[in-house]
């Protein structure tokens, strides 16, 4: 009988692509989704480096500090 090895995912591609964002100072965000329909996705949208990045949560406290 024959056993069937799991496959360990090593993520070569992604990793690559991160490296090169991280070496270039690209200005992005990613989302991971994890499971059985596994799926990254690159957020990126061009804005100014005198702009904040704010969680939802953050943005909101500071919007109620108003």
Same mark, same amino acid.
């Given at each position: /009988? /024959? *056993? @069937?090895?799991? @496959? =360990?995912?090593?993520?070569k591609t992604?990793?690559?692509?991160?490296?090169? !964002? @991280?070496?270039?100072?690209?200005? =992005?965000?990613? =989302?991971?989704?994890?499971?059985?329909?596994?799926?990254? *996705?690159?957020?990126?949208?061009?804005? +100014?480096?005198?702009? #904040? @990045?704010? =969680? #939802?949560? !953050?943005?909101? +406290?500071?919007? +109620?500090?108003?």
């Amino acid at each position: /009988m /024959m *056993t @069937i090895q799991p @496959i =360990t995912k090593k993520y070569k591609t992604i990793k690559w692509v991160l490296k090169k !964002q @991280i070496e270039g100072a690209a200005k =992005t965000l990613w =989302t991971w989704k994890q499971g059985e329909d596994e799926n990254f *996705t690159c957020i990126y949208k061009a804005f +100014n480096d005198d702009l #904040p @990045i704010y =969680t #939802p949560l !953050q943005l909101l +406290n500071l919007l +109620n500090e108003k």
